[in-house]
């Protein structure tokens, strides 16, 4: 069974860091391109990063840009997501997805989800 589980989700006060990691398992997805989504209570989901199957070509939505880092490693079927300089606004659930086409990503679209993690930025 194809199993994608995020973590490192928590309360962070605005300014700080978190780290998010996305797991998976049952097949490999080093061929795959990967992403991260979040939305908001009362939001349709949102794109926020993408990278591609080889890791050499990244994404941003505008609003992250400069202050988050999406990063994977193929050998360990992970990816990461590196949040920087929080804001209140980033409060969301933040999903960690794959699918062959990073332009289905970035679209909003994907063959594999993961369940989500809270990420919750006080101000």
């Known amino acids: 069974q194809v199993h994608v589980v995020e973590s490192g989700g928590g309360l962070v006060q605005a300014g700080g860091s978190l780290r998010l990691s996305c797991a998976a398992s049952?097949?490999?997805?080093?061929?795959?391109?990967a992403g991260w989504f979040r939305q908001a209570p009362g939001k349709e989901r949102e794109f926020v990063a993408a990278?591609?199957?080889?890791?050499?070509?990244?994404y941003y939505a505008d609003s992250v840009k400069g202050r988050f880092t999406i990063s994977r490693d193929n050998a360990k079927n992970m990816v990461y997501l590196q949040m920087n300089s929080l804001k209140p606004e980033d409060t969301a659930v933040y999903y960690c997805?794959?699918?062959?086409?990073?332009?289905?990503?970035?679209?909003?679209?994907?063959?594999?989800w993961g369940q989500g993690t809270q990420v919750t930025v006080s101000s």
């Open positions: 997805a794959y699918d062959g086409l990073l332009w289905s990503l970035r679209r909003g679209r994907a063959k594999y």
């Open positions: 990278i591609n199957w080889s890791g050499d070509s990244t």
């Open positions: 049952g097949r490999t997805f080093s061929s795959y391109s």
